[in-house]
């Protein structure tokens, strides 16, 4: 069974691969590992993210999809190039079109450069598409319908916020702090509070298992592994709940005013629509505890995260595959 069209959700953490009428066939981390000395990759996703903080000086592991869009061209070709071998049949000899997702605030010479790297790692066609369109999509939302919906798409280089009605934006913004800023805020915590240097993996760890928003009166706890900025020897402690949630409150509290920002720049009549139906959580941060809770609090807006909030984006890349042709007008670049 060849492949005619595929949707990569490209992401700074995570990028997934979805096939029409198969699903999400491909979720791994966007991480690229490089030989130094021969200036060759050497592993892609999994197996390269299970290299971070561990290789000696001739072998540097690299992300490289930094806050949304393209910090090394070279390396993400790899990356692309990669994903489309591991789902491609061996013996396909014509190349499938492929849409990927961009975040709402990319430049066009951004754009460009995912356009140019998609085709050279082995696309017939290549289209781009905003991430809270295809987020929306992937919720559920009608976004073609005249009334507004908000979609607040937490990855892990950027947050989208943006109001969707009659298939397209009306306002937007893309702010660089997500996931991987709750992560470096942890790290920065710990360091200052209890002396101890962690490495990028422990803070995602201590994120995604104790990790909330709000603090709790029953508090959850890890144990982690550091090393002593004092005696500079291996040291273990625990960390409880309550303290990532005030590691976090910063970041947090930015995504918060950034809603606030769209908020007041929406139209009044979206505005009311926004009111009564709530904003939609979307993205792989999204699953952080209380989050809604914690949005709907500030914003005095009914919040809610969508089901599977990570899958969105490429759930709603499958939808757009599915109906290209009634899409291709409207809300895609094309080369």
């Keep these: ?8 959700d490209l992401g ?8 029409p009428g198969k699903g999400v066939v491909l979720n791994e981390p966007s991480v690229v590992a490089v030989s130094l000395a021969e200036n060759k990759i050497m592993a892609v996703g999994e197996e390269a993210k299970e290299m971070t903080g561990r290789t000696p000086d001739t072998i540097r592991v690299y992300r490289p999809m930094r806050e949304g ?21 061996k013996y396909q000899f014509f190349k499938p079109e492929v ?9 066009s010479t951004e754009k460009r450069a995912v356009i140019e790297a998609t085709l050279r790692a082995g696309a017939k066609a290549a289209y781009v598409v905003k991430e809270p369109i295809l987020a929306a999509i992937g919720a559920g939302i009608p976004i073609n319908s005249s009334s507004g919906h908000m979609v607040v798409n937490i990855g892990g280089g950027t947050t989208e916020v943006a109001v969707i009605s009659l298939g397209g934006i009306v306002v937007a ?22 002396n101890l240097a962690i490495g ?36 273990n402690m625990r960390i409880v709940s309550n303290e990532v ?25 979206l505005s009311a629509d926004i009111m009564d139906k709530g904003m939609v959580l979307t993205g792989g941060s999204a699953q952080l505890r209380n ?45």
């Design 173 to 194: 913004t893309s702010l660089r702090v997500a996931g991987d800023k709750l992560d470096q805020a942890i790290t920065d915590y710990i360091k200052r509070k209890y």
């Design 291 to 335: 989050i809604d809770q914690l949005i709907a609090q500030f914003i005095g807006v009914p919040c809610f995260v969508a089901e599977n909030p990570l899958l969105c984006v490429a759930r709603g890349a499958g939808t757009i595959l599915d109906n290209l042709d009634i899409y291709k007008q409207s809300i895609m670049a094309k080369r």
């Design 245 to 269: 949630a005030e590691a976090i409150a910063e970041p947090l509290g930015e995504i918060v005013q950034t809603v606030k920002t769209v908020l007041r720049d929406t139209p009044p009549e």
């Design 200 to 235: 990028e993996q422990t803070a995602e760890d201590i994120k995604i298992k104790i990790g909330i928003a709000i603090p709790e009166k029953k508090e959850s706890t890890i144990e982690i592994r550091g090393r002593d900025f004092v005696q500079g020897l291996p040291k």
């Design 12 to 19: 700074t953490c995570n990028s997934l691969v979805f096939i």
């Design 99 to 107: 849409l990927v997702s961009v975040p709402a605030g990319i430049t």
């Design 69 to 89: 869009v393209i910090a090394d061209f070279r390396v993400t070709l790899a990356m692309i190039r990669y994903f489309l071998k591991k789902i491609l049949p």
């Design 1 to 8: 069974m060849f492949i005619t069209k595929i949707g990569i």
